[in-house]
């Protein structure tokens, strides 16, 4: 069974910044991609960024040039390096993976960690 377990949030000053980690277990393949998602009540999960390989990344509009996605390939992890964190920022953080197993989609989603920015 393939299980996300991201861990890094917490609470921050605006400005700050925070790295998020996302480890997995129980796959024996590489995922085709990987991905941050975020929530906030009454919202709904909205993607940070994804990444496929170093030059196939994509950022949500709002995070470009102070979030960077990275991954290590071999261990099936994700990272989200998040500088100048802004109040808007707060929101549970997902991690994400998804592909194809032949021609089955699959994606399979970590419980999620909690971002807060605030003065």
């Known amino acids: 069974q393939v299980q996300l377990e991201e861990s890094g949030g917490g609470l921050v000053q605006p400005g700050e910044s925070l790295r998020l980690s996302c480890v997995s277990s129980?796959?024996?393949?590489?995922?085709?991609?990987m991905a941050w998602y975020r929530q906030t009540p009454g919202n709904e999960r909205e993607l940070v960024g994804s990444?496929?390989?170093?030059?196939?990344?994509n950022y949500a509009d709002s995070v470009k040039g102070r979030f960077t996605i990275s991954r290590d390939s071999v261990r099936n992890t994700v990272y989200l390096q998040m500088n100048d964190l802004k109040p808007e920022d707060t929101a549970v953080y997902y991690c994400n993976a998804n592909g194809y197993y032949g021609r089955r989609p699959y994606t399979y989603w970590g419980q999620g960690t909690q971002v807060t920015v605030s003065s």
């Open positions: 990444i496929v390989t170093p030059t196939n990344i």
């Open positions: 129980g796959s024996r393949f590489r995922f085709d991609a």
